[in-house]
């Protein structure tokens, strides 16, 4: 608040014995009241849909994984041949885990899914939501640096197998989609691991 000096005043009043003119009005001070406008709420975040547990990775299925032994990854091979142990069969698609021929129950190179009597059953998925049945156009929109190629091993039968390859960045496993009806249909072999797509039958045999 400004302080008024009264003295000055009186003593020129007393000198000229004139009525001063008014003082001028003070000017208005402004307001220092701040009406405050309530914010924008904040838009409540959508809860996104979490992908599906993976059933398998890179190097992965399940519980079972890619460099430990049968035992660990609690599978039998099979008594024709040890080295190859059935992990699931869900309505006609197999998966398999593959070892060592020459030792048996030795640490798993890959595992070999496949449709052998579609009876309507579900392939297992990976965390992008793929598996068997994807086509050559799908993969490719999921995985753009996969490479597609064939592999003409398949029993000795007719036909090259079309295949897709996928490699895992962070380790030495690969993803190798297999389409033994040609690259207009859907995958219905698929191999993962370090030595995934390099033989697709004969397995019982050894590679």
């Known amino acids: 608040m400004r302080r008024i000096l009264l003295a000055p ?6 000198l000229t014995g004139c009525t001063p003119p008014a003082p001028p009005a003070a000017e208005p001070e402004p307001s220092s009241v701040v009406t405050e406008t ?9 809860p996104t849909d979490e992908l599906p547990e993976a059933d398998f990775g890179f190097t992965f299925l399940g519980d079972s994984v890619i460099g430990t032994d ?7 091979g099979l008594a024709e041949c040890p ?5 699931e069969n869900n309505g006609g698609i197999y998966t398999h885990a593959m070892s060592y021929p020459e030792a048996p129950g030795a640490e798993i190179l890959f595992f070999f ?4 009597t579609f009876e309507g059953g579900t392939a297992p998925l990976n965390s ?6 994807a086509t050559v156009d799908e993969l ?3 995985y753009p640096d996969a490479v597609v190629g064939s592999s003409a091993e398949f029993g000795g039968g007719p036909g090259a197998i079309v295949t897709v390859t996928v490699d895992d960045p962070d380790s030495e496993s690969q993803y190798v989609f297999g389409f033994r009806g040609g690259s207009s249909t859907p995958s219905d072999m698929l191999q993962w691991g370090p030595q995934a797509g390099g033989q697709w039958s004969h397995l019982c045999l050894g590679i």
Do not use: S
Request: overall charge negative.
């Open 9 to 14: 005043l009186a003593l020129v009043l007393v």
């Open 38 to 46: 309530e914010a924008p709420t904040a838009p409540t975040p959508t």
């Open 70 to 76: 049968f035992a660990t990854a609690g599978v039998t």
């Open 83 to 87: 080295w190859y142990a059935e992990v």
């Open 113 to 116: 899914t496949q449709v052998v």
């Open 128 to 133: 992008e939501g793929v598996g068997l049945g």
């Open 140 to 142: 490719l929109a999921v």
